[in-house]
């Protein structure tokens, strides 16, 4: 893989009505709405202090931004090309954010020197003891890293301040691997089920907890993306709370 993509290789795509713009690669990882989601879920305040492990090409580092102002944003990919993009893109859009290239393993040194008021991710989404790898190796990187959930969520309880969030997005049957590796560790957790349409099962969760918290465990009511029971049109079918979120940079409590 190259260290950048040619301009021809990219898009420019719009999030949040337009609020946020994102240079992607048009092969490979795209994102879509769930780092529109996790960015939404991040009860940040202007001033405080946000990492991101594995950013991407920055989609949720920069809808937080838009959201809330004067943050100080940081973000770690392992991926070059994606890296570059996030650089490009925090300046696209006027975001001061420092998007450093490592492995979560082996995070810099001025990163292990800090905590930060939240820490996010929407890290892979699947085991691949029980899945085939993406044919793309930069969706594999970002699907199917080999890491254990359990690491990724080590790595960010490591990073967060005492009071401060953590915050991520995952498959809702993984919810099991995230409760255990936060058990005794974290206190305040929540959870806020993600379904596709009313009547049916959760596919994703958003899960968030705080250092040192001792609010009881909360399971928040689901949040229905589409209208009806299926999809009828070419045209989005958010239901009104979603589309409140998406495209307009509402912020979504857990």
């Not at 990882?29 to 991407?56: H, I, K, W």
């Not at 580092?61 to 993009?85: F, K, S």
């Not at 300046?91 to 810099?108: C, K, M, V």
């Amino acid at each position: 893989m190259t260290s950048t993509w040619a301009e021809e290789a990219l898009t420019r795509d719009a999030f949040l009505g337009g609020r946020v713009v994102l240079l992607q690669p048009r092969r490979g990882y795209r994102a879509g709405t769930d780092p529109v989601l996790l960015a939404a879920a991040v009860p940040a305040e202007p001033g405080q202090s946000v990492l991101e492990l594995g950013c991407g090409a920055g989609a949720a580092l920069m809808c937080l931004a838009a959201r809330v102002p004067g943050l100080d944003l940081t973000g770690v990919e392992i991926q070059p090309p994606y890296a570059d993009l996030a650089r490009r893109n925090a300046a696209l859009n006027g975001a001061a954010a420092a998007i450093h290239t490592a492995d979560l393993r082996g995070l810099p040194p001025e990163i292990r020197a800090r905590r930060y008021d939240h820490v996010i991710a929407n890290p892979p989404y699947f085991n691949r003891a029980h899945s085939r790898p993406a044919p793309d190796a930069t969706k594999e990187t970002a699907f199917g890293a080999p890491l254990p959930l359990a690491n990724w969520i080590d790595a960010m309880a490591r990073r967060v301040a005492p009071l401060g969030r953590l915050t991520l997005i995952q498959r809702a049957e993984r919810l099991p691997e995230i409760v255990a590796a936060l058990h005794g560790r974290m206190g305040g957790l929540a959870v806020r089920p993600l379904v596709s349409r009313a009547g049916r099962d959760a596919e994703r969760v958003l899960v968030t907890a705080r250092q040192s918290g001792r609010a009881a465990f909360r399971l928040a009511a689901p949040l229905v993306l589409h209208a009806g029971s299926r999809h009828l049109s070419d045209s989005a079918d958010f239901t009104p709370d979603a589309e409140a979120i998406l495209r307009h940079g509402e912020k979504l409590r857990l």
